[in-house]
């Protein structure tokens, strides 16, 4: 079974900026990813720590021979706080994706 780890906190959970509450399922963006399967709730976690966390995560993706995507090089985060993804953010991260993840999927076992 192929396995997909993904590493973004409130950013996968859907938070909507600003508030406490969180996007529909569909509308954030592993619901645009999976719109059929309910995966966003294992996600639901950790703070970022360290404005060096993308390129240590990149060095260690590259040392383990594994795919790395950052979402800064499609989206940006939210306005209202700097920090979460508005709806429109979730569906152009999800739709970044989606051909990614396929490809990485039929090529790497």
Known sequence: MKQILIYADSLSWGIIPNTRNRLAFDKRWPGVLEPKGAIADKFYGAEIRSKSLVEELKKIAEVKSTGFFDSHNVTTAS???????????????????????SDMLKTQR
């Open 79 to 101: 306005s209202i706080d700097g920090i979460h993804l508005d709806e429109y953010q979730h569906q152009i991260l999800g739709e970044a994706l989606t051909q990614i993840v």
